[in-house]
Protein backbone atom coordinates (compact mmCIF):
# COMPACT_ATOMS: atom_id res chain seq x y z
CA UNK A 1 0.00 0.00 0.00
CA UNK A 2 2.56 2.18 0.46
CA UNK A 3 4.63 1.87 -2.52
CA UNK A 4 1.60 2.41 -4.36
CA UNK A 5 0.37 5.73 -2.90
CA UNK A 6 3.95 6.53 -3.28
CA UNK A 7 3.20 5.72 -7.14
CA UNK A 8 0.35 7.59 -6.90
CA UNK A 9 2.11 10.73 -5.65
CA UNK A 10 4.83 10.46 -8.02
CA UNK A 11 2.07 10.48 -10.82
CA UNK A 12 0.30 13.10 -9.11
CA UNK A 13 3.59 16.00 -9.01
CA UNK A 14 4.69 14.84 -13.00
CA UNK A 15 1.51 15.35 -14.14
CA UNK A 16 1.64 18.80 -12.12
CA UNK A 17 4.76 20.32 -13.50
CA UNK A 18 3.79 18.67 -16.88
CA UNK A 19 0.96 20.77 -17.30
CA UNK A 20 0.45 23.82 -14.41
CA UNK A 21 4.06 24.73 -15.42
CA UNK A 22 2.96 28.50 -15.39
CA UNK A 23 0.47 30.62 -13.67
CA UNK A 24 -1.32 31.75 -16.87
CA UNK A 25 -2.28 27.84 -17.49
CA UNK A 26 -5.43 28.89 -14.66
CA UNK A 27 -6.32 31.59 -16.59
CA UNK A 28 -8.86 29.57 -19.19
CA UNK A 29 -9.21 27.06 -16.75
CA UNK A 30 -10.82 29.79 -14.90
CA UNK A 31 -12.73 31.78 -17.49
CA UNK A 32 -14.08 28.74 -19.73
CA UNK A 33 -16.25 26.90 -17.14
CA UNK A 34 -17.74 30.34 -15.52
CA UNK A 35 -18.46 31.61 -19.42
CA UNK A 36 -20.32 28.37 -19.74
CA UNK A 37 -22.05 29.07 -16.55
CA UNK A 38 -22.87 32.54 -17.60
CA UNK A 39 -24.19 31.45 -20.66
CA UNK A 40 -26.04 28.65 -19.23
CA UNK A 41 -27.89 31.15 -16.87
CA UNK A 42 -28.99 33.54 -19.41
CA UNK A 43 -30.52 31.51 -22.16
CA UNK A 44 -32.93 30.78 -19.26
CA UNK A 45 -33.57 34.07 -18.70
CA UNK A 46 -36.11 34.78 -21.12
CA UNK A 47 -38.29 31.69 -20.36
CA UNK A 48 -40.73 31.59 -17.81
CA UNK A 49 -39.10 29.12 -14.96
CA UNK A 50 -42.11 28.49 -13.02
CA UNK A 51 -44.86 27.90 -15.97
CA UNK A 52 -41.86 24.58 -16.93
CA UNK A 53 -42.52 22.59 -13.77
CA UNK A 54 -38.83 21.76 -12.88
CA UNK A 55 -38.69 19.86 -9.79
CA UNK A 56 -37.59 22.15 -7.38
CA UNK A 57 -36.46 25.10 -9.73
CA UNK A 58 -37.76 28.45 -9.40
CA UNK A 59 -37.08 31.79 -10.45
CA UNK A 60 -35.02 32.56 -6.74
CA UNK A 61 -32.52 29.42 -7.27
CA UNK A 62 -32.11 29.29 -11.23
CA UNK A 63 -28.60 30.55 -10.43
CA UNK A 64 -28.35 27.77 -7.83
CA UNK A 65 -29.34 25.46 -9.94
CA UNK A 66 -27.13 26.19 -12.49
CA UNK A 67 -24.66 26.52 -10.34
CA UNK A 68 -24.18 23.16 -8.99
CA UNK A 69 -24.48 21.58 -12.52
CA UNK A 70 -21.68 23.32 -13.69
CA UNK A 71 -19.52 22.52 -10.25
CA UNK A 72 -19.85 18.64 -11.11
CA UNK A 73 -19.45 19.12 -14.75
CA UNK A 74 -16.11 20.87 -13.64
CA UNK A 75 -15.00 17.47 -11.77
CA UNK A 76 -15.86 15.69 -14.92
CA UNK A 77 -14.84 17.41 -17.61
CA UNK A 78 -11.16 18.14 -16.09
CA UNK A 79 -10.81 14.56 -16.42
CA UNK A 80 -11.86 14.31 -19.78
CA UNK A 81 -9.11 16.47 -20.93
CA UNK A 82 -6.93 14.70 -18.50
CA UNK A 83 -7.54 11.37 -20.32
CA UNK A 84 -6.73 13.07 -23.45
CA UNK A 85 -3.50 14.77 -22.54
CA UNK A 86 -2.55 11.58 -20.46
CA UNK A 87 -2.44 9.41 -24.18
CA UNK A 88 -0.11 11.82 -25.68
CA UNK A 89 2.77 9.76 -22.74
CA UNK A 90 2.57 7.06 -25.64
CA UNK A 91 3.39 9.73 -28.08
CA UNK A 92 6.33 10.77 -25.60
CA UNK A 93 7.86 7.84 -25.50
CA UNK A 94 6.75 8.14 -21.53
CA UNK A 95 4.63 5.41 -21.57
CA UNK A 96 6.81 2.67 -22.67
CA UNK A 97 9.52 3.85 -19.74
CA UNK A 98 7.04 4.05 -17.09
CA UNK A 99 5.85 0.32 -18.51
CA UNK A 100 9.59 -0.86 -17.93
CA UNK A 101 9.85 -0.28 -13.99
CA UNK A 102 7.42 -2.46 -11.55
CA UNK A 103 5.58 0.42 -10.71
CA UNK A 104 1.48 -0.48 -10.00
CA UNK A 105 -0.25 0.38 -13.56
CA UNK A 106 -3.51 1.74 -11.76
CA UNK A 107 -1.42 3.83 -9.60
CA UNK A 108 -0.08 5.48 -12.42
CA UNK A 109 -3.72 6.45 -13.88
CA UNK A 110 -5.00 7.01 -10.65
CA UNK A 111 -2.54 9.83 -9.69
CA UNK A 112 -3.36 11.07 -13.13
CA UNK A 113 -7.03 11.59 -12.49
CA UNK A 114 -6.60 12.80 -9.00
CA UNK A 115 -4.05 15.43 -9.64
CA UNK A 116 -6.56 16.51 -12.92
CA UNK A 117 -9.37 16.72 -10.83
CA UNK A 118 -7.78 18.80 -8.23
CA UNK A 119 -5.76 21.09 -9.64
CA UNK A 120 -8.80 22.01 -12.67
CA UNK A 121 -11.77 22.62 -10.58
CA UNK A 122 -10.05 24.59 -7.40
CA UNK A 123 -11.32 27.56 -9.25
CA UNK A 124 -14.33 26.67 -9.97
CA UNK A 125 -15.01 25.42 -6.23
CA UNK A 126 -14.20 28.91 -4.81
CA UNK A 127 -16.43 30.69 -7.30
CA UNK A 128 -19.28 28.53 -6.86
CA UNK A 129 -18.21 28.68 -2.81
CA UNK A 130 -18.95 32.32 -2.94
CA UNK A 131 -22.66 32.47 -4.69
CA UNK A 132 -23.60 29.45 -2.27
CA UNK A 133 -22.73 31.95 0.06
CA UNK A 134 -24.31 35.08 -1.54
CA UNK A 135 -27.00 32.82 -2.42
CA UNK A 136 -28.04 31.09 1.11
CA UNK A 137 -31.18 32.24 1.44
CA UNK A 138 -32.27 30.28 -1.83
CA UNK A 139 -30.59 26.94 -0.44
CA UNK A 140 -32.87 24.39 0.95
CA UNK A 141 -29.99 22.49 2.12
CA UNK A 142 -29.56 18.99 4.32
CA UNK A 143 -26.04 18.87 5.32
CA UNK A 144 -25.18 15.56 6.37
CA UNK A 145 -26.27 14.77 2.36
CA UNK A 146 -24.90 17.19 0.91
CA UNK A 147 -21.27 16.16 2.27
CA UNK A 148 -22.66 12.45 1.25
CA UNK A 149 -23.69 13.41 -2.02
CA UNK A 150 -20.62 15.51 -2.96
CA UNK A 151 -18.33 12.77 -1.52
CA UNK A 152 -19.74 10.44 -3.94
CA UNK A 153 -19.73 12.50 -6.58
CA UNK A 154 -16.14 13.08 -6.25
CA UNK A 155 -15.33 9.29 -6.75
CA UNK A 156 -17.48 8.81 -9.23
CA UNK A 157 -15.09 11.71 -10.92
CA UNK A 158 -11.62 10.08 -10.20
CA UNK A 159 -13.62 6.45 -11.32
CA UNK A 160 -14.62 8.01 -14.71
CA UNK A 161 -11.35 9.07 -14.75
CA UNK A 162 -9.88 5.91 -14.26
CA UNK A 163 -12.27 4.38 -17.00
CA UNK A 164 -10.84 7.02 -19.72
CA UNK A 165 -7.57 7.20 -18.63
CA UNK A 166 -7.45 2.92 -19.30
CA UNK A 167 -9.34 3.62 -22.94
CA UNK A 168 -7.25 6.97 -24.11
CA UNK A 169 -4.08 4.76 -23.05
CA UNK A 170 -4.14 2.25 -25.63
CA UNK A 171 -5.71 4.36 -28.41
CA UNK A 172 -3.83 5.11 -31.69
CA UNK A 173 -5.85 8.31 -32.30
CA UNK A 174 -8.05 9.53 -28.72
CA UNK A 175 -9.48 12.50 -31.02
CA UNK A 176 -12.29 11.17 -31.57
CA UNK A 177 -13.26 9.94 -28.25
CA UNK A 178 -12.40 13.40 -26.31
CA UNK A 179 -15.13 14.89 -29.18
CA UNK A 180 -17.72 11.99 -28.50
CA UNK A 181 -17.73 12.39 -24.87
CA UNK A 182 -16.60 16.81 -24.02
CA UNK A 183 -19.82 18.01 -25.31
CA UNK A 184 -22.08 15.27 -25.12
CA UNK A 185 -21.53 14.62 -21.54
CA UNK A 186 -22.34 18.57 -20.77
CA UNK A 187 -25.76 18.22 -22.65
CA UNK A 188 -27.52 15.21 -21.89
CA UNK A 189 -26.33 15.17 -17.98
CA UNK A 190 -28.83 17.83 -17.35
CA UNK A 191 -26.12 20.31 -16.82
CA UNK A 192 -27.92 23.15 -18.73
CA UNK A 193 -31.31 21.36 -19.32
CA UNK A 194 -32.72 19.31 -16.58
CA UNK A 195 -33.12 15.75 -18.02
CA UNK A 196 -36.88 15.79 -17.07
CA UNK A 197 -37.74 18.03 -19.94
CA UNK A 198 -35.50 15.66 -22.23
CA UNK A 199 -37.60 12.88 -24.94
CA UNK A 200 -37.13 9.50 -23.79
CA UNK A 201 -34.50 9.01 -26.74
CA UNK A 202 -32.44 11.81 -24.98
CA UNK A 203 -32.74 10.08 -21.33
CA UNK A 204 -31.58 7.01 -22.78
CA UNK A 205 -28.27 8.28 -23.85
CA UNK A 206 -28.40 10.69 -20.77
CA UNK A 207 -28.49 7.18 -18.09
CA UNK A 208 -24.89 6.48 -19.91
CA UNK A 209 -23.02 9.19 -18.21
CA UNK A 210 -22.68 9.22 -14.28
CA UNK A 211 -22.31 12.79 -14.54
CA UNK A 212 -26.30 12.86 -14.95
CA UNK A 213 -26.75 10.80 -11.89
CA UNK A 214 -24.38 13.49 -9.62
CA UNK A 215 -25.94 16.30 -10.69
CA UNK A 216 -29.48 15.16 -9.64
CA UNK A 217 -28.26 14.23 -6.51
CA UNK A 218 -26.35 17.29 -5.65
CA UNK A 219 -29.34 19.30 -7.02
CA UNK A 220 -31.90 17.54 -4.56
CA UNK A 221 -30.10 18.31 -1.37
CA UNK A 222 -28.75 21.46 -1.99
CA UNK A 223 -32.08 22.65 -3.17
CA UNK A 224 -34.83 19.94 -2.21
CA UNK A 225 -33.33 19.47 1.17
CA UNK A 226 -33.22 15.48 0.43
CA UNK A 227 -31.86 13.18 3.32
CA UNK A 228 -29.38 10.72 3.20
CA UNK A 229 -32.44 8.36 3.42
CA UNK A 230 -33.97 9.96 -0.26
CA UNK A 231 -30.41 9.45 -1.50
CA UNK A 232 -30.55 5.63 -1.18
CA UNK A 233 -31.18 4.99 -5.06
CA UNK A 234 -28.13 7.37 -5.81
CA UNK A 235 -26.04 5.85 -3.00
CA UNK A 236 -26.71 2.48 -4.49
CA UNK A 237 -26.27 3.53 -8.20
CA UNK A 238 -22.98 5.32 -7.46
CA UNK A 239 -21.51 2.78 -6.16
CA UNK A 240 -22.18 0.14 -8.57
CA UNK A 241 -20.89 2.62 -11.47
CA UNK A 242 -17.73 3.43 -9.25
CA UNK A 243 -17.19 -0.69 -8.61
CA UNK A 244 -17.43 -1.01 -12.67
CA UNK A 245 -15.57 1.40 -13.58
CA UNK A 246 -12.51 0.36 -11.39
CA UNK A 247 -13.00 -3.36 -12.49
CA UNK A 248 -13.57 -2.19 -16.44
CA UNK A 249 -10.18 0.21 -15.72
CA UNK A 250 -8.76 -2.92 -14.31
CA UNK A 251 -9.67 -4.72 -17.36
CA UNK A 252 -7.74 -2.57 -19.83
CA UNK A 253 -5.16 -2.38 -18.07
CA UNK A 254 -4.76 -6.12 -18.17
CA UNK A 255 -5.41 -6.07 -21.67
CA UNK A 256 -3.39 -3.33 -23.27
CA UNK A 257 -0.59 -4.76 -20.97
CA UNK A 258 -1.06 -7.99 -22.32
CA UNK A 259 -1.21 -6.86 -26.08
CA UNK A 260 2.29 -4.89 -25.62
CA UNK A 261 4.01 -7.54 -24.37
CA UNK A 262 2.77 -9.82 -27.31
CA UNK A 263 3.59 -7.47 -29.68
CA UNK A 264 6.38 -4.83 -28.27
CA UNK A 265 3.70 -2.23 -29.67
CA UNK A 266 1.88 -0.02 -27.42
CA UNK A 267 -1.37 0.97 -29.87
CA UNK A 268 -3.63 -1.43 -28.68
CA UNK A 269 -6.58 -0.38 -31.01
Not at 33 to 54: C, D, W
Not at 156 to 166: D, E
Not at 174 to 180: A, D, E
Request: with cysteine.
Amino acid sequence: MKRFLKSVTAEAIKQHKNYFHSKMIYVPLSLWPLISFVSAYYSFKPFSIENAQIPYLNEENLILFILIGYLCMSFFRSLVQSAWFFSFERESGTLELIYLTPVNRMSIILGNALSSVFESVWVMAVFAGGILFLKQHDLNLNIPAALAAAALMMLMAVSWGLFLNSLFLFSRDTGFLFTILEEPMEIFSGVKIPTVLFPLWAKMISLIFPLTYAVEAMRGVFLNSESIYDLRTFIGTSTCIILVLFLISGVCLLLGERHAKKTGNMSLF
